[in-house]
């Protein structure tokens, strides 16, 4: 019975968990399927800063993939982000072609 509860207290509190970070990745206004980029501006606004350690850069310091918080794969890739508490989160982004626009996957 003790396991029960015990596993079912780890199960409830990692609902909770996700669904706090959920809840503040919908709350800046992530969207998936959307542009990166206006959704880069909303974070912005709403307080949050982007991890420009994350992403490469280039020999004069200027980001390899547009943003300086992205690291790209070869279709996706991940902007790292501090909401305005310090909390980190991740976003998921697909990359399309040399000119295309990111487009955010989803929030980690």
Known sequence: MRAKRRKL?????VLILAGARFGAA?????VPGEDYAEQRAQLLAAGWKPNTGYGLKLAGGKPMHRYPEVLCGMDRCRAKWRDSRGAEHSIMLR?????????????E
Do not use: C, H, K, W
């Open 9 to 13: 207290s780890i199960f409830l509190g």
């Open 26 to 30: 919908q709350a800046a206004g992530i």
């Open 95 to 107: 990359r399309g072609g040399l000119t295309d626009p990111y487009r955010v996957m989803n929030e």
